[in-house]
């Protein structure tokens, strides 16, 4: 139950996050057309807000998205983390086992 509660208030917390970045392109568009006949340097900002707009979107949608993949496929995820987990472990010992410190002995006896 309480991972139920989580979720939803990621949920609505993302939500907002998303109607924060709207409302902020939509002030980057008002600020960009307002100086049309400024220096450039002042359009330039608009355009930083813009972007930074965007790029929040882009996140924020990509965080939503990979929620929802959890949500629906969390056994998948979970067996798919314990096999990526297992491989690193088996390849980190492996390495150490089979040639990690042989190495170090012979540039040691090189010098």
């Given at each position: ?15 907002l996050m ?27 900002t608009a ?43 088996v390849y ?20």
């Amino acid at each position: 139950m309480a991972i139920a509660h989580t979720v939803g208030l990621f949920n609505v917390f993302v939500g907002l996050m998303l109607v924060a970045s709207i409302l902020l392109l939509g002030f980057g568009v008002v600020l960009w057309s307002i100086r049309l006949g400024t220096s450039p340097s002042y359009r330039d900002t608009a355009i930083d807000i813009m972007k930074w707009a965007v790029a929040v979107l882009f996140v924020l949608v990509v965080l939503l998205a990979i929620a929802q993949v959890v949500q629906t496929h969390t056994t998948e995820l979970l067996f798919g983390l314990g096999a990526l987990i297992t491989a690193l472990a088996v390849y980190f010992l492996a390495s150490e086992l089979m040639g990690g410190s042989g190495e170090k002995k012979e540039k040691e006896e090189e010098r």
